[in-house]
């Protein structure tokens, strides 16, 4: 769409809503919203998380929920089936759906045809245009229930959808939808490669709406290590999952010396939470970890300024899994918190080794100790690379910028975000 279109409304489908990890989401739900974007949340699963953020309490697009598996509704998704079925492409979306089947003959295959058809069926008068964030689950009931409805669609690729989906899908998905963005270099020039025409897919950072957030410290503790009274507070933010490399941090945790005063705090949920603790403990360490669960970004924010150091052990998963850019990243430096991170995936388009912080090798306990040690002792070295991340990440990762872009991809001529207060 060119800036001349007139604004459509948009059904953006999400795996689940709100969710506290996907921050980037719901921020640019939240700078489209208040660029004049009407949308409709069409969510496939209901919430679990028992916070919010204050960014979901002030979006106000309404939200659908499908069926989360269809067994729990039968009578929504015959109803949906019984409605569409005489459609003229109703036909041809089956069909697709059947090879799709015969090369991922999984029942989630089956569960995206039932919620595409209940999307389909129960879609908002008004929509024009069908928005799919993540590349796997959401874009297969995002693209069948455009097919169903006759409408274009676009999908927003981040990271695990990008790295886990198998490429004829990726390739099938790309060639149908009207545009697609992702939010890394590395993942953008992958889909292009996949892409009928390398334009189909565009690298467009989700950055970070900096007026949700304090101004950076400009100045922090002198804390060394040497003192056992004030240990240097060591902080991660993310779930507890293979990709995130929790048990690498952890060993590189128990490698420090024995004298070295630090305490690390972990916030986030995730399934391997249980087993991290366990670890800690087995590595004789669990007495100087504080595990905080998951909290609303207004905990995070302190949790950010009452740090001296940030840490994310990123890592490529066995199944592939992999992290994009974290969101939690730039949250940290927005804070003029220096930052210790893996050297993988979009991290480095985000972080300059010696420069704006440190990298490490992915999956090197040994090597993500020797950075800790370092950053540990130096306060000096902690305190520019906060400042330089902080600059970094104003100058190269506005969020203004990239909404803009987006905005304009819907059909609006210029996103103009109003400012609100911080969380």
């Given at each position: 769409?060119?800036?001349?279109?007139a604004?459509?409304?948009?059904?953006?489908?999400?795996?689940g809503?709100?969710?506290?990890?996907e921050?980037?989401?719901?921020?640019?739900?939240?700078?489209?919203?208040?660029?004049?974007?009407?949308?409709?949340?069409?969510?496939?699963?209901?919430?679990?998380?028992?916070?919010?953020?204050?960014?979901h309490?002030?979006?106000?697009?309404?939200?659908?929920?499908?069926?989360?598996?269809?067994?729990?509704?039968?009578?929504?998704?015959?109803?949906?089936?019984?409605?569409?079925?005489?459609?003229?492409?109703?036909?041809?979306?089956?069909?697709?759906?059947?090879?799709d089947?015969?090369?991922?003959?999984?029942?989630?295959?089956?569960?995206?045809?039932g919620?595409?058809l209940?999307?389909?069926?129960?879609?908002?008068?008004?929509?024009?245009?069908?928005?799919?964030?993540?590349?796997?689950?959401?874009?297969?009931?995002?693209?069948?229930?455009?097919?169903?409805r006759?409408?274009?669609?676009?999908?927003?690729a981040?990271?695990?959808?990008?790295?886990?989906?198998?490429?004829?899908?990726?390739?099938?998905?790309?060639?149908?939808?009207?545009?697609?963005?992702?939010?890394?270099?590395?993942?953008?020039?992958?889909?292009?490669d996949?892409?009928?025409?390398?334009?189909?897919?565009?690298?467009?950072?989700?950055g970070?709406?900096?007026?949700?957030?304090?101004?950076?410290?400009?100045?922090?503790?002198?804390?060394?290590?040497?003192?056992?009274?004030?240990?240097v507070?060591?902080?991660?933010?993310?779930?507890?999952?293979?990709?995130?490399?929790?048990?690498?941090?952890?060993?590189?945790?128990?490698?420090?010396?024995?004298?070295?005063?630090?305490?690390?705090?972990?916030?986030?949920?995730?399934?391997?939470?249980?087993?991290?603790?366990?670890?800690?403990?087995?590595?004789?360490?669990?007495?100087?970890?504080?595990?905080?669960?998951?909290?609303?970004?207004?905990?995070?924010?302190?949790?950010?300024?009452?740090?001296?150091?940030?840490?994310?052990?990123?890592?490529?998963?066995?199944?592939?899994?992999?992290?994009?850019?974290?969101?939690?990243?730039?949250?940290?430096?927005?804070?003029?918190?220096?930052?210790?991170?893996?050297?993988?995936?979009?991290?480095?388009?985000?972080?300059?080794?010696?420069?704006?912080?440190?990298?490490?090798?992915?999956?090197?306990?040994?090597?993500?100790?020797?950075?800790?040690?370092?950053?540990?002792?130096?306060?000096?070295?902690?305190?520019?690379?906060?400042?330089?991340?902080?600059?970094?990440?104003?100058?190269?990762?506005?969020?203004?910028?990239?909404?803009?872009?987006?905005?304009?991809?819907?059909?609006?001529?210029?996103?103009?975000?109003?400012?609100?207060?911080?969380?």
């Open positions: 769409m060119d800036d001349h279109t604004p459509i409304s948009v059904a953006v489908v999400l795996k809503y709100p969710r506290l990890s921050t980037f989401i719901a921020q640019e739900i939240l700078g489209l919203e208040q660029a004049g974007l009407k949308q409709h949340i069409i969510s496939l699963r209901h919430p679990t998380d028992k916070k919010r953020h204050s960014m309490e002030a979006i106000q697009a309404p939200v659908l929920y499908l069926p989360e598996y269809l067994y729990q509704e039968p009578l929504r998704v015959l109803r949906a089936w019984w409605k569409l079925r005489g459609h003229t492409g109703y036909r041809a979306v089956f069909r697709q759906w059947l090879r089947l015969w090369r991922d003959r999984t029942p989630n295959r089956v569960r995206r045809f919620q595409a209940v999307l389909a069926s129960e879609l908002p008068a008004g929509i024009g245009h069908l928005h799919a964030h993540f590349l796997h689950t959401p874009a297969s009931v995002t693209r069948y229930a455009a097919m169903l006759g409408l274009p669609w676009s999908v927003s981040h990271a695990k959808d990008i790295w886990t989906s198998p490429e004829w899908e990726k390739r099938e998905k790309l060639a149908d939808c009207a545009w697609a963005v992702t939010c890394t270099e590395f993942g953008a020039r992958h889909l292009q996949l892409a009928p025409t390398p334009d189909r897919v565009e690298l467009l950072y989700h970070l709406d900096l007026d949700r957030f304090p101004a950076p410290l400009l100045h922090r503790g002198e804390r060394d290590g040497s003192d056992p009274a004030k240990p507070r060591i902080l991660s933010v993310g779930r507890a999952v293979a990709k995130k490399g929790y048990e690498d941090l952890l060993a590189a945790l128990a490698l420090l010396p024995a004298d070295l005063a630090w305490e690390f705090v972990h916030i986030g949920g995730g399934a391997l939470a249980s087993a991290l603790k366990q670890q800690a403990i087995d590595l004789g360490i669990g007495d100087r970890v504080t595990w905080q669960g998951s909290q609303a970004q207004q905990a995070v924010i302190d949790a950010y300024r009452d740090a001296d150091l940030f840490v994310l052990a990123s890592k490529i998963a066995a199944d592939g899994d992999r992290d994009g850019l974290p969101n939690v990243l730039m949250e940290a430096q927005s804070q003029g918190l220096a930052c210790l991170a893996s050297d993988v995936a979009g991290i480095p388009e985000l972080i300059s080794n010696g420069e704006t912080g440190v990298l490490a090798p992915p999956g090197n306990a040994q090597a993500l100790s020797d950075g800790l040690k370092r950053l540990i002792g130096s306060p000096q070295d902690r305190q520019r690379f906060g400042s330089a991340g902080a600059n970094r990440l104003g100058q190269r990762f506005s969020f203004d910028g990239g909404i803009a872009r987006l905005a304009a991809k819907f059909g609006l001529p210029k996103a103009a975000p109003q400012p609100q207060a911080a969380e």
